[in-house]
């Protein structure tokens, strides 16, 4: 009998390093290539030998890599991998993947190796050779790796150009679901897969509209602006790390001063899954309410950046900026003020975007360590932290923490606030009614939480839920259907016996019939035809 | 369609703008195009700008090469013919036949995704459409000519009009342009694009680089516009405006290069710099677009000193190609118009008409043509647990029987054939005999093993009759059954019976 094997190499069990194998039909794919932002040794990048210790290469084992979208804990791995390891083959991703990933990876490298001093790292030029290796696919273009494999991308509206992939070899199919914020652009067809592969980073969390994360987002910022205003003039900031912007930077991010739309930025870029209907009245009323007159900043360079791609992919974005770019190009700020490291100790409030989300380390972490101490200031989350992050430790309520060997005592006030477009506890649901698997695989979460929502799934839906740690293999049995050439003839007089008055008697099933015939197989080919021929 | 909408209602036609259509009055136009089409009654209004959004909020937008299931019986994919932004060839398909369509294709390396070809392959149907209007006319030729014509006219300080459509076309001519006029030293020369869609198509043309050509997609990975012009915007020197009115006033200088619909010259703004220029010799009109005569485009303004260039620029395909794409493709059979296809009037020469070597159907307007298609079979789904009890014998090399019982259930034109339910068993289910029995091993097995040795055999080559010791029993043999007739003797009716059984195999 038939199987699908899969096997997570890493994001079993834990958020990071995302990297899935899957066998079927002969053919091996790898999903997602990431490294995890809780390590800085081996522990970073998925282990590979797990592969090659088979005695293959890489390029000789894997048919192809898909990468789901351009988070670093998704495809952070994937110079090493390809330059570094080896690969060869094909890697598939969508167009604005390929156009940031890149970028992220840049970044990444420089803060590992010029920040940090690391050796052994891969390079810029690794960086250049492995997106050459990358091939592009559009949305719902049934792309043929090969005669026998097909993928097929469906838009997931995460960050921009994330996309879940349905894989395809004969009858057996699975789909990968990374990276799916939950609404009515974010779609895939009943395709009924063998297996399908979820992320379950909020497995227990339902979250309220993103209208109210919004405004209450809104109202934490201008009430701790009025706070000082009134008190004293006193320095006051709040960095925001920006999750999307975190792993990956296309936060636009954004921000008014007076006039541009606040609220329209926070909702559809830091989500960057822009999907709800917007009330342009709901902005101007919360702008003019929030009467925010001090400046906001976002960090440079990268971000200007991502913003550039932004304007390039608005096609990848929601219907409504679609429609109305030509008139007013959501991504065009006019009262954003990019970030300089001296503003640090400007005097007067302001308002910080920066990254990265995780305050693991680069600018984010560089004003947290200035700030921390004075309790005016405020600190909004935006996103998940993975374990082993400053951002993880100050969720948990650390109040003293150790950043480059210095103490920190942390006075400020913390606020979280989710506004990272993964699919929560209902959206996975809704994924899982819409695709109608036979099984269900999670990755990309947390041990218990896991369990609570595989419990969940297996109630609802009754289909068998797997949870795999790193390197605990599903094997997944599938009977494939065989197809077989059927004489219209025969079809035809079997089918009419399905009509006739004497049905009942003829068969006990409602709507069907029996059918009687010679197979015939000749090479190849299998043919039901009629006894008499 | 939002343009032409725009230029047709700006200015409504009043009633007595119909009057032509009195029969008294019809008979008396001169000869000519109008009075060749009799079905001038059934002509409708042009659709308004509510008409086209009902219509597009019907389409439901695909990807090239994405493939869409009709009622589980037919297949639809779009591939790229490389025209113009989001173009594309059809392939409509069912598990066992093929029909390729291929319409406006273009061969050429311009601004959109390249054409693919290897799909559109060995189809049992290829149905042609959509060639070039200007045969003859070498695009790369044509646009070096218009490049010089315009130079010429520009530096005798005469002004430039290019009546054209807003989009296609038009991309690779601003990018051409552009080039020309930097190295023409021409570059304070400023270029003017009126179209109430003007500003749209620009910005649209520059956030689909999924769909543009290898080169132009590149450039958002670094990120940069994949079109030049969003930098010919930016330096001022090309301005777009809704229409002549507003802000077009306020900045217009001469000489200077337009370009603005209808290429017709029957409504928009193309009209208003006939009349404004047309009166100047320094002037020129530069027609790109073959859709329409030039001369018939121009007689209205009659007399006319400005010169009038005609340098189509059509990438589709032409004959040449068309036929070195027939002959690649390969397909059984090729459906096209009448008027490409080799006729008296065509010298067999073969950049004048198609030159199908293979079976052709000519299509002239309302008249359906018939093209039988194989359909002796469907597709059925074997259930894995009913596939797996099958044992299928081995009759020949590499041919194996076997017969099947199941039960067979048929939704959304999809059938599956399922293991009969437990205790159900159909009355009429017997063996089957497979193979061909052999006259000469039947009469030996008569001989050798019963003694029998009275046989007679009769018939033709089709159908032998055996006729056994003397009548006792008759053994009609043809390739669809063996019968056994008039025997008494029931031994020896078991004997035949066994004998048959033996040489056949049973399945």
């Avoid at chain 2, 091993?441 to 007679?456: M, N, P, S, T």
Wanted: with cysteine; charged share 20%.
């Amino acid at each position: 009998m038939a199987e699908i094997r899969a096997v997570p190499l890493g994001a079993g069990q834990d958020v990071g390093r995302s990297c899935i194998l899957v066998s079927m039909g002969g053919k091996n794919i790898m999903l997602d290539c990431g490294m995890h932002m809780g390590f800085n040794d081996e522990r970073r990048f998925p282990d590979f030998s797990y592969i090659t210790d088979s005695g293959r290469s890489l390029t000789e084992h894997l048919d192809c890599v898909i990468i789901s979208h351009f988070h670093l804990d998704h495809c952070g791995a994937l110079p090493y991998f390809s330059e570094m390891c080896g690969y060869d083959g094909p890697i598939f991703m969508t167009h604005p993947t390929k156009a940031i990933c890149p970028i992220l990876l840049e970044d990444y490298r420089k803060i590992t190796v010029d920040r940090k001093g690391e050796q052994n790292f891969f390079t810029s030029q690794m960086i250049k050779d492995c997106m050459k290796k990358v091939v592009t696919v559009n949305l719902h273009q049934a792309v043929k790796v090969d005669p026998d494999l097909e993928i097929k991308a469906y838009y997931a509206g995460h960050v921009l150009g994330a996309a879940m992939f349905q894989v395809k070899v004969h009858h057996q199919s699975i789909v990968y679901t990374i990276g799916v914020c939950y609404s009515r652009s974010a779609w895939i067809d009943k395709c009924r897969p063998d297996l399908l592969i979820t992320e379950s980073t909020y497995a227990t969390t339902i979250r309220d509209s993103k209208r109210c994360r919004e405004r209450d987002f809104l109202k934490k910022i201008s009430e701790c602006m009025e706070r000082d205003g009134k008190v004293s003039k006193q320095h006051t900031s709040h960095p925001c790390p920006v999750d999307s912007l975190t792993a990956s930077g296309p936060d636009p991010s954004v921000c008014s001063g007076k006039s541009s739309g606040a609220v329209y930025l926070t909702r559809d870029i830091l989500a960057s899954s822009p999907h709800s209907p917007h009330s342009h009245s709901y902005t101007l009323h919360t702008r003019e309410r929030m009467n925010l007159l001090h400046p906001i900043y976002f960090s440079a360079g990268l971000t200007e950046k991502a913003n550039h791609y932004y304007k390039l992919f608005i096609s990848w974005t929601n219907q409504n900026i679609k429609n109305t770019f030509v008139q007013r190009n959501m991504f065009e700020f006019k009262h954003i003020k990019p970030f300089d490291r001296s503003y640090i100790d400007n005097p007067g409030p302001m308002v910080v975007f920066a990254t990265p989300g995780m305050l693991h380390a680069g600018l984010s972490l560089q004003i947290f360590k200035k700030w921390a101490e004075d309790e005016k200031n405020m600190l909004i989350m935006p996103g998940y932290c993975v374990a082993g992050t400053v951002g993880h430790k100050i969720l948990s309520g650390h109040k003293k923490i150790e950043i480059d060997k210095k103490m920190v005592t942390v006075r400020l006030s913390v606020q979280y606030m989710s506004f990272s477009a993964h699919a929560d506890a209902k959206g996975i649901m809704q994924l899982i009614r819409q695709a109608d698997p036979a099984n269900v695989m999670l990755v990309h979460g947390e041990a218990a939480k896991m369990d609570f929502l595989r419990q969940k799934i297996m109630q609802e839906f009754g289909v068998h839920c797997y949870m795999p740690a790193n390197g605990e293999m599903v094997s997944i049995a599938t009977k494939p259907m065989i197809s077989v050439d059927v004489s219209r003839s025969l079809l035809k007089r079997t089918q009419e016996q399905i009509h006739s008055p004497l049905a009942k008697k003829l068969c006990p099933v409602r709507g069907s019939a029996t059918m009687s015939g010679l197979l015939v197989m000749r090479n190849e080919v299998r043919s039901l035809n009629t006894p008499e021929n | 369609m939002e343009e032409l909408s725009h230029y047709i209602y700006r200015a409504p036609p009043t009633d007595h703008s119909a009057q032509w259509k009195n029969d008294s009055l019809w008979s008396s136009l001169p000869d000519g195009t109008l009075k060749e089409s009799s079905d001038f009654h059934n002509w409708k209004e042009l659709y308004t700008m509510e008409g086209i959004q009902k219509a597009i909020s019907r389409i439901q937008p695909i990807s090239y090469s994405e493939t869409i299931d009709l009622f589980h019986h037919v297949k639809v994919t779009a591939l790229s013919s490389g025209f113009c932004l989001g173009s594309c060839n059809w392939i409509i398909e069912t598990e066992y036949n093929k029909v390729a369509y291929i319409s406006s294709s273009s061969t050429f390396t311009t601004h959109p995704c390249p054409m693919e070809r290897a799909r559109l392959k060995s189809a049992d149907i290829l149905i042609m459409s959509g060639l070039t209007n200007a045969p003859s006319a070498n695009p790369d030729t044509m646009l070096a000519e218009l490049c010089t014509r315009m130079a010429q006219t520009l530096k005798n300080g005469g002004n430039v009009l290019i009546p054209c459509y807003p989009t296609g076309v038009l991309y690779d001519l601003l990018e051409c342009l552009k080039a020309y006029l930097d190295s023409a030293n021409l570059s304070n020369v400023p270029v003017y694009f009126i179209s109430p869609v003007a500003k749209s198509s620009l910005s649209f043309s520059n956030i689909f680089a999924e769909w543009l050509c290898d080169a132009k997609k590149t450039k958002v990975y670094l990120p940069e516009q994949p079109f030049p012009h969003a930098e010919f915007i930016k330096s001022g020197r090309l301005r777009h405006f809704p229409n002549i009115h507003g802000d077009l006033g306020s900045v217009y200088q001469t000489p200077c290069v337009v370009f603005t619909g209808h290429p017709s010259l029957r409504c928009g703004d193309s009209v208003h710099f006939m009349e404004a220029w047309g009166g100047s010799s320094k002037n020129a009109v530069i027609f790109t677009e073959p859709d329409f005569e030039y001369l018939h485009a121009l007689a209205p303004y009659q007399p006319l000193h400005m010169k009038a260039y005609y340098f189509p620029i059509d990438p589709r395909l032409n004959f040449f190609v068309a036929n070195k794409l027939l002959n690649e493709f390969a397909p059984r059979c090729l459906v096209t118009a009448d008027s490409y296809l080799p006729s008296a009037a065509h010298s067999q020469k073969e950049n004048v008409c198609l030159q199908p070597e293979m079976q052709y159907y000519g299509l002239t307007r309302g008249r359906a043509v018939t093209i039988p298609l194989d359909g002796k079979f469907q597709k059925i789904m074997l259930d894995p647990e009913l596939a797996s009890k099958l044992l299928p014998q081995e009759i020949f090399p590499g041919v194996s029987v076997t017969s099947v019982l199941g039960l067979l259930s048929s939704r959304n034109n999809q059938h599956t054939l399922a293991p009969l339910p437990p205790h159900h068993r159909p009355h009429t289910v017997g063996k089957l005999l497979w193979g061909e029995l052999s006259i000469e091993a039947f009469v030996q097995a008569l001989r050798d093993q019963h003694g029998i040795v009275d046989v007679v055999i009769e018939g033709t080559e089709e159908a032998k009759t055996l006729n056994i010791l003397g009548g006792k029993a008759t053994v009609l043999i043809s390739p669809e059954k063996t019968t056994i007739r008039d025997c008494a003797d029931d031994k020896l009716r078991a004997i035949l019976r066994d004998l048959v059984f033996r040489l056949l195999v049973q399945v």
